[in-house]
T-cell receptor, first 114, second 112 residues
Framework: DSGVTQTPKHLITATGQRVTLRCSPRSGDLSVYWYQQSLDQGLQFLIQYYNGEERAKGNILERFSAQQFPDLHSELNLSSLELGDSALYFC?????????????FGSGTQLSVL | GQQLNQSPQSMFIQEGEDVSMNCTSSSIFNTWLWYKQDPGEGPVLLIALYKAGELTSNGRLTAQFGITRKDSFLNISASIPSDVGIYFCAGQLEVGNEKLTFGTGTRLTIIP
């Protein structure tokens, strides 16, 4: 158990819909990262938050947004869903953001868009 | 998005055999990391490398940061059933922990 909690574990929805994925980081971790894992694209970095502020952005679509709340949990919002958005979405956390800090990954949310 | 080239894509070995896999990039990295992902779980960090030429071990696992800073290698000695899973390399270009670029993965299967 990494200490990072993601909910829900599975999500099935239809095209055009909007969903919210939730992540609770390990106790004491201030950085939260979101990754998308699909069969054809592998693990892709989406976005990072540190202590409530956006710190880095990767290949995140404009239809997707995220935020980190004062209690440090984070939500990833996916809207106008398309079939190609079906993937495993991982949240990871670390204490800070130096390169020597270890990332701890949650078990992921499997999103299926039908 | 950018990905690292990892090979082989999959390996079928017998228990007790040694395993070697590698990761290459067209870009220089400051950090190389190796992760293992079990079914239904997120990646777990196995080994972290921070300097070119560095050789680091974690039990039966040994990884090296290539001298050119464009590649890394992972070896597993005397494989056991719990080694089954997908192994990912990851590289970090920039200072800070963000924007890890992951490899395409090597799926390890142990034949009984």
């Amino acid at each position: 158990d990494s200490g990072v909690t993601q909910t829900p574990k599975h999500l099935i929805t239809a095209t055009g819909q909007r969903v919210t994925l939730r992540c609770s980081p390990r106790s004491g971790d201030l950085s939260v990262y979101w990754y998308q894992q699909s069969l054809d694209q592998g693990l892709q970095f989406l976005i990072q938050y540190y202590n409530g502020e956006e710190r880095a952005k990767g290949n995140i679509l404009e239809r997707f947004s995220a935020q980190q709340f004062p209690d440090l949990h984070s939500e990833l919002n996916l809207s106008s869903l398309e079939l190609g958005d079906s993937a495993l979405y991982f949240c990871a956390s670390s204490v800070g953001y130096s390169r020597r800090e270890k990332l701890f990954f949650g078990s992921g949310t499997q999103l299926s868009v039908l | 998005g950018q990905q690292l080239n990892q090979s082989p894509q999959s390996m079928f070995i017998q228990e007790g055999e040694d395993v070697s896999m590698n990761c290459t990039s067209s870009s220089i990295f400051n950090t190389w990391l190796w992760y293992k992902q079990d079914p239904g779980e997120g990646p777990v960090l196995l080994i972290a490398l921070y300097k070119a030429g560095e050789l680091t071990s974690n039990g039966r696992l040994t990884a090296q940061f290539g001298i050119t800073r464009k590649d890394s290698f992972l070896n597993i000695s005397a494989s056991i059933p719990s080694d089954v899973g997908i192994y990912f390399c990851a590289g970090q270009l920039e200072v800070g922990n963000e924007k890890l670029t992951f490899g395409t993965g090597t799926r390890l299967t142990i034949i009984p």
